[in-house]
Structures are given as structure tokens and as C-alpha cells.
């Protein structure tokens, strides 16, 4: 793998150009993408992407949505003792907080028997995707991933002149690993897998993607996205992180964002070998962009499994509901093991967004295998409620 003699400001320099701007703000591509596409009245947030697309949402302010169901945040976060710690550390907000990352970087290696060398913070786990796309892709190369998938981290590629390999999600819906291994050639820079996989919501088998990234990450360096594991019905039982203290070329990124409820505190982190972490770190410092509040929330939050528990049971029951509601009303789903459900609709994507954020709902419409989807997060029951009565209104 080649490695980058780039500087931090060169490199900076360079995808600040080749991102028009956005590479020093890469959390904000989506929103950017959107305003854009909603400015030019454009059908899909991304029209170079043939064959996975998301539709353009209709301009509404939040203050407007009775249930927002689009972004897969936790309804029930953050924890009342997180949030307690970072409402107490706001007055600590003169100082840096160095010495309180690094004592949550040490919790978390102990947590994934790792070292803290092994470890990189950063403001929520996307981030950490769109600057591991701007290491790796900054000389071109491919990446491959499932169709369709989480796109974060393959659209930053592709805008540093990277390019996308994607292969169809099996029809159970989980990745085809015998078609990604075989596609790995000398033109690959990485493979990314999202488990549980974003959009849809699928996992896949755990044994079956440990034997995947053992026999692939001796070729190129596997990326395990796991923003949703803690979500599965086996959690982190099924993580790929005893893989990085097994010596192989694999990282795993994790997040606050879902289970913890962190969302908008915006805290996550990367666990890879060290020659890997040092790499990302030559050109740029996730750390930076954390909060000293945030730090103690997440820190805080490690300590106590009470709310993540109660988390997991009532996202799983909003699923549950939404599940049979959609098999009595004859939507075809695809499963799902986190907070977050896609079926398919028979309607153009763009009406239904429409007709949908018309009913003070929020949720995700997408484009793939040539047909439309509803994307919906789970959210309370009461929000999920008020989903349904709406679909019964569209759906008459």
C-alpha cells in the first residue's frame, strides 16, 4: 500500500479543491447535497450514482414534524447520567481535553483488548469514514462494498478520484462476500463492509464475514462499519474487533450515535492496527473535533448498561410493530436488526416524500435495484403511530 508523503496542509490543500470546499467539513456533505439538490429542484441527491441513489427530500423545518423518522437517531438518548456529565463539564469548556480523551480512549481499548495506540476518536463514526476515504483514495483506486450500502465513506472516494465496485446484496440480504473476495485486484485500496448494513437494515453472518476479512485483509485493508451492532439480536457478539488484536489488517469503527443516544454530542472512534491509525493521523486529528462535554458523556455512558438495555427492547418493539404493520398492509421489507426498517414503495420517491413530509413525517426515500423504498428510523410508539396513520392516508 502506498503511503502518503502529502503534508497535513498539503493535504488539506488538495481536498479542499477536490471536494469543492467540503473536505474540511466532511459531516456536512449530506446536508450540503441536500440544500443543493433542493435549490436545483433536482430529483436525486446524487445524480452521478447510477445505480444507488436517494431521492430529494421537500424543504421542511424540523419544528414542523410531528415524528422525525429519517435520520436512525435514538428517540430515548442521550443517557440521563451522560447527559448530567456533560452539562456539569460545559464550565470546563475553556480548557482542552486531552487528558479526559485519553482517559476514555483508555476505556475503550480496554473494552476491544486493544491498544490505545490502536484507537482513533473522532466527532461520530461518518467522520471517521469520509477522512479513512480521503487517506486511502487521495492516488485513485477502487473500493469495494455491498449494493446497496452506507454511502459516506464511498462518495468521499469517488470525489478524491477513487472508484465504486459494488455487488448486490444476496437475497437474504446479506453482502455477497464470495463475489467481493473475488473482486479484489490490484486496483483495490479497501474493502468496506456495513454490518448491520445501512439502508437496509440486514446483517450478515458473523462466522462466515470473520473467515471473509481474515482471507481478504492478507490482500488489502477491510473496513467493518459497526454503527448499529450494539442493535443485532447477538450485539457485539458478532464485532470483528477481536480480529485488530488478532494482528490482522482490519478496522472497525463504532458510535455514540445510536444505541448511546449521542447523536448530536458527536462522538465515535476507529479501532485498527497501529501503522494504520498513525497513517490517518499524519493528516489529520479526529480528536480535534471532539468536545470536552461530549468526552465526559460518552465516558459515562461506557459505565452503565441500564440504558442501552432499555434502548434495545424498545427499539425492538417499535420494529416489531412496524414490521406488522407493513406485512398486513402487503409492503415487502427487507429484515432488520437495528433502529431502522426500508420496504419497498409503489410509488415515485419524490411524490411520496411529498405526500409524506405533507403529513408532518420525516423519513427516507432511496432509488436501487430499479425500485423505490421508504427508509423509516424507529422511533416511539407514538411516533410510529403516527408513521402509520399516514402511510394509510398515502397508501388508501
Not at 75 to 98: C, D, H, I, T
Not at 213 to 222: D, I, L, M, Q, Y
Not at 231 to 247: P, Y
Request: neutral net charge; charged residues 20%.
Amino acid at each position: 500500500m502506498k503511503t502518503s508523503n502529502l503534508s497535513r496542509r498539503d493535504w488539506l490543500k488538495k481536498g479542499a479543491l477536490t471536494l469543492g470546499g467540503l473536505a474540511l467539513m466532511p459531516s456536512d456533505i449530506w446536508a450540503h447535497a441536500v440544500e443543493t439538490a433542493q435549490t436545483n429542484q433536482t430529483k436525486y441527491l446524487f445524480p452521478t450514482t447510477n445505480s444507488f441513489n436517494e431521492f430529494t427530500p421537500p424543504k421542511f423545518l424540523d419544528p414542523e414534524l410531528k415524528a422525525i423518522l429519517r435520520a436512525n437517531e435514538n428517540p430515548y438518548g442521550p443517557p440521563p447520567l451522560a447527559a448530567k456529565a456533560f452539562q456539569e463539564n460545559v464550565f470546563s469548556g475553556n480548557r482542552y481535553a486531552w487528558k479526559t480523551l485519553n482517559n476514555l480512549i483508555s476505556m475503550i481499548a480496554e473494552k476491544e483488548n486493544v491498544s490505545p495506540k490502536q484507537i482513533l476518536m473522532a466527532p461520530g463514526s461518518s467522520d471517521i469514514l469520509e477522512k479513512v476515504a480521503m487517506v486511502f483514495f487521495q492516488n485513485g483506486g477502487d473500493v469495494i462494498s455491498a449494493d446497496p450500502s452506507y454511502m459516506s465513506l464511498i462518495n468521499v472516494s469517488k470525489s478524491v478520484g477513487g472508484q465504486w465496485k459494488s455487488y448486490k446484496l444476496l437475497s437474504d440480504s446479506q453482502h455477497d462476500l464470495k463475489a467481493m473476495e473475488k473482486a479484489v485486484d490490484d486496483q483495490t485500496k479497501l474493502v468496506y463492509i456495513c454490518n448491520p448494513n445501512n439502508p437496509t437494515g440486514s446483517i450478515t453472518n458473523a462466522e462466515d464475514l470473520k473467515t471473509f476479512c481474515k482471507t481478504v485483509s492478507k490482500k488489502v485493508p477491510v473496513f467493518v462499519d459497526e454503527a448499529y451492532i450494539e442493535l443485532s439480536n447477538n450485539g457485539i457478539a458478532d464485532s470483528m474487533v477481536s480480529l485488530v488484536s488478532e494482528g490482522h489488517d482490519v478496522m472497525v469503527a463504532r458510535t455514540f450515535s445510536k444505541i448511546h443516544g449521542m447523536a448530536g454530542l458527536r462522538i465515535g472512534y476507529l479501532v485498527g492496527k497501529e501503522e494504520t491509525i498513525n497513517r490517518i493521523n499524519e493528516i489529520t486529528r479526529g480528536g480535534m473535533g471532539i468536545t470536552g462535554p461530549s468526552i465526559m458523556a460518552a465516558t459515562t455512558s461506557l459505565k452503565g448498561q441500564e440504558f442501552l438495555d432499555m434502548t434495545k427492547t424498545k427499539i425492538a418493539e417499535a420494529r416489531a410493530y412496524t414490521q406488522n404493520y407493513l406485512e398486513k398492509k402487503g409492503f415487502k421489507y427487507l429484515p432488520s436488526q437495528t433502529n431502522f426498517m426500508i420496504f419497498e414503495i409503489d410509488m415515485d420517491g419524490n411524490s411520496f416524500l411529498k405526500e409524506i413530509y405533507g403529513r408532518q413525517v420525516g423519513v427516507r426515500a432511496f432509488k436501487f435495484w430499479d425500485k423505490n423504498w421508504c427508509r423509516v428510523s424507529m422511533g416511539t410508539m407514538k411516533e410510529m403511530e403516527i408513521f402509520t396513520k399516514a402511510m394509510d392516508e398515502i397508501f388508501v
